[in-house]
């Protein structure tokens, strides 16, 4: 290597090689090593994808989930920031709902599918309810956080120049809480694909989870991993939608990362 | 001489928490002329920036009575503005719009808003800086947007707590200058506290020496230093030496025990 790359190519060349690497040793020991049955290999993965999205199958179910999580993550988002800030905002509140708070967010929100079955049935409401309700505990916490974590300070402050409830409320508190929102609803893009698809797999005929448990019924390993990548290549879309809501409300962060990385 | 801005009368502060009684305060009397820059120095947790919580009316006395322009205080006080050791600006609006908060919330038009956030730009030099957002700024930039904000509503008073505590020494030096040269231009009363006793000394018309807990008001001190001091060149200066020399004593005197 007599011309020097740039780091980030060089980041890039390591990873596309590593994950290469990966893929051949997976081929080449699959059938050798480990039976084919349980790890199947990636070409059959690939041909799987290649068919199940050709014959409309992949694109259908994962349309379905995407749906079902979007429309959790928005409902559970949205009540999660009102009553992040409800909270927040007010001491006695956030005492008197102390206790209820504590037992939801020591319950594996999954655990809920069997009630909301029952509730919602094993239609899309189930999915998007589990998904909604996973989402809303992480969007609550977070924006709690931020909505107390605003510097007593500040307020005083702002207070001295003759601020009252409101102009506190939405020159501050909702600004500086949005940094937390984003992340609760960062990290809870996955957990909103958790509920969509534990959903599925407990009852569904449709969406990605039972695309993952028919193929699973007939022993189509390649099958399972299709699904799996497809439902992987969903959250990292979520999370490319979410992180570009990011930039577009909060460009000041764009600011700071360019000056960090200087 | 005109009556005294802010009076303080045998004022005693003390918290209670679930677990103990803190006495923050105890006995403090000292009165504050219109204009004067009054310096309150003293080690860290000797309840001065009660003091300034209690001018503010932040906080009400436990016992005594504090009075501004003749009035006893018993909600907050807006003609004070505070500014911290951390500057408090929003990381979401730009300088401009950090400036732009208490015109906002005053109601001011929005074509006059411009022209005064451009005088306060000037005023604390930082033209060309106006769009860019707190994180991009120097320590002494931010201090300097801190200010105009501060400015921008024209508080007659200005609470002052250890805002330069953070920079670096000549950094200080020079914000110090700039802030004494506003404030007698602007006519400020001031109240600044620090635990540095030469910054105490330098910016000062008077000094308040601070001690022990609960804090009481040690010494009182006139600055021997001219109005128009030059504070680049207060090292030499034997009225500066000898001042800071003298309280150094004294803190060392009623700290000997507490060490």
Not at chain 1, 164 to 172: I, S
Not at chain 2, 28 to 35: G, I, Y
Not at chain 2, 109 to 132: C, N, S, W
Request: net charge neutral; aromatic share 8%.
């Amino acid at each position: 290597m007599s011309i020097p790359l740039p780091a980030f190519a060089r980041r890039w060349g390591a990873q596309v090689l590593l994950i290469g690497g990966l893929l051949v040793l997976w081929q080449i020991l699959s059938g050798w090593a480990i039976s084919d049955f349980f790890v199947s290999r990636p070409t059959d993965i690939f041909a799987s994808i290649v068919t199940s999205t050709l014959d409309g199958s992949l694109p259908f179910n994962a349309a379905i989930t995407a749906f079902e999580a979007l429309l959790g993550f928005a409902i559970g988002g949205l009540v999660g920031i009102v009553l992040g800030v409800a909270l927040g905002r007010s001491r006695a509140l956030s005492d008197l709902l102390n206790p209820l708070v504590l037992c939801f967010n020591s319950l594996p929100k999954v655990a809920l599918a069997p009630l909301f079955i029952l509730w919602f049935g094993i239609g899309l409401n189930m999915k998007v309810a589990l998904s909604a309700a996973t989402v809303f505990f992480l969007v609550f916490l977070n924006t709690y956080t931020g909505v107390r974590s605003v510097s007593s300070e500040l307020i005083a402050i702002l207070r001295l120049m003759g601020a009252n409830q409101r102009h506190v409320l939405t020159k501050v508190v909702l600004p500086s809480a949005l940094t937390w929102v984003f992340t609760g609803l960062r990290v809870s893009v996955p957990y909103a694909l958790i509920g969509a698809v534990v959903g599925e797999l407990f009852a569904s005929n449709r969406g990605l989870g039972a695309m993952l448990a028919q193929a699973q019924g007939q022993f189509d390993t390649a099958g399972v991993f299709a699904a799996l990548f497809a439902i992987t290549m969903l959250s990292l879309l979520l999370n490319a939608v979410v992180k570009i809501a990011e930039t577009r409300m909060m460009p000041w962060q764009k600011q700071a990362d360019e000056q960090a990385t200087i | 001489m005109t009556a005294p801005l802010i009076v303080f009368t045998g004022v005693s502060k003390t918290f209670e928490t679930a677990r103990r009684t803190v006495e923050a305060v105890r006995d403090v009397s000292f009165t504050a002329s219109r204009s004067e820059f009054i310096t309150v120095v003293g080690p860290s947790g000797c309840g001065k920036s009660t003091l300034l919580n209690m001018t503010a009316g932040l906080f009400h006395p436990t016992k005594g009575l504090v009075q501004y322009d003749g009035m006893t205080l018993t909600d907050l006080n807006p003609r004070t503005g505070y500014m911290t050791q951390n500057d408090h600006l929003l990381p979401w609006r730009d300088v401009a719009g950090n400036i732009r908060v208490p015109l906002e919330i005053a109601g001011m038009a929005k074509r006059e808003m411009a022209d005064r956030v451009a005088v306060l730009i000037e005023m604390v030099g930082l033209t060309g800086f106006e769009r860019v957002y707190p994180s991009q700024l120097s320590g002494g930039m931010k201090k300097r947007a801190a200010l105009a904000r501060l400015l921008a509503y024209d508080p007659e008073t200005l609470l002052m707590d250890e805002p330069f505590a953070a920079l670096d020494a000549q950094l200080r030096l020079k914000m110090q200058t700039e802030l004494r040269q506003l404030c007698r231009r602007l006519h400020k009363t001031v109240l600044f506290v620090t635990h540095d006793l030469d910054e105490a000394v330098a910016l000062g018309d008077r000094i308040l020496l601070f001690s022990g807990r609960p804090g009481t008001i040690y010494q009182s001190i006139v600055s021997p230093l001219p109005p128009d001091r030059d504070l680049y060149h207060l090292r030499r200066d034997p009225d500066f030496v000898r001042v800071t020399g003298d309280l150094w004593d004294t803190l060392a005197s009623t700290s000997t025990v507490e060490a």
